[in-house]
């Protein structure tokens, strides 16, 4: 177990890790979380029984564990609160773009940070989360943190902290890449006189099915694509077109454009105080 978790901030993805941790166990007594909101905090105690209070000083001192969840723009003014708080918890920042750097500086020089970039699909336990951790964090600190956002999907160690700009971009950033690409194909569907709710079901079956056989085949995804793609056939159509269109390449220079966006939130982000 994960120890006594505060959550700062209660939001989509804290109400996320906290189901997510009651479902694998962890006893909601040891969960509390804050939130300024008195609405997020009554939907917290509904959903999950635990207790939610108004001002971070009622459970940071008492935490194993702080997992910060705010939205990074509010970041260094809820840091300024956390800092007199901290003796020996670990925080887990969950907050885009806020570089470990400037969020120690803000704490006042505390170093005990794992910094996450979690993605949507942890919505249904089914995230990957990237996570890189301050030299000063110890084995078993790093384990706790895996084991929150475990809760809600894999979770992948990076070896250092601008890698985490490339998790951001790719897995971060691509949920997004994904329902674009059904939105396309959807429409498509729609443009050759489906009803609505075929081209639904023919699309998001497609997807699912197409994700599930990767993840259970042995074979690299570039093999599997090839044995769909007969001599002559449709699919060689279909992607001799986006090959023509520079789908692809224009894919993969979509991702670096998010890396380097991510990057330039962190300068200007960590740029205030």
Do not use: C
Request: hydrophobic content about 50%; overall charge neutral; aromatic content about 4%.
């Amino acid at each position: 177990m994960s120890g006594t978790i505060a959550f700062i901030g209660a939001g989509n993805m804290a109400s996320a890790l906290i189901g997510g941790l009651i479902a694998d166990g962890h006893p909601p007594a040891s969960l509390t979380a804050v939130d300024i909101l008195a609405e997020s905090r009554e939907r917290m105690r509904a959903a999950f029984g635990i207790k939610v209070f108004e001002n971070i000083a009622d459970v940071a001192s008492v935490a194993d564990s702080v997992v910060l969840a705010v939205k990074p723009q509010h970041m260094q003014t809820v840091a300024a609160a956390l800092a007199p708080l901290l003796a020996r918890q670990l925080v887990v920042s969950i907050a885009a773009g806020i570089r470990m750097g400037d969020l120690s500086r803000w704490l006042g020089g505390y170093r005990k940070i794992v910094r996450v970039m979690p993605n949507t699909p942890a919505l249904v336990r089914a995230g990957i989360a990237g996570l890189f951790a301050d030299p000063s964090v110890s084995p078993v600190e790093r384990e706790r943190a895996q084991a929150i956002l475990g809760a809600v999907g894999e979770t992948l160690w990076v070896e250092r902290e601008d890698l985490i700009d490339a998790v951001t971009a790719v897995s971060g950033s691509g949920p997004a890449y994904v329902f674009y690409f059904i939105e396309a194909v959807r429409q498509a569907a729609l443009d050759m006189g489906f009803s609505s709710e075929a081209a639904e079901a023919l699309v998001m079956k497609t997807f699912s099915g197409s994700i599930k056989l990767a993840q259970s085949s042995s074979d690299d995804v570039t093999v599997l694509r090839e044995r769909v793609t007969s001599k002559g056939g449709t699919t060689e159509r279909a992607l001799a077109a986006m090959n023509s269109a520079k789908v692809g390449s224009s894919i993969t220079l979509a991702v670096h454009a998010a890396k380097a966006r991510a990057t330039e939130l962190g300068d200007e982000l960590g740029k205030a105080g």
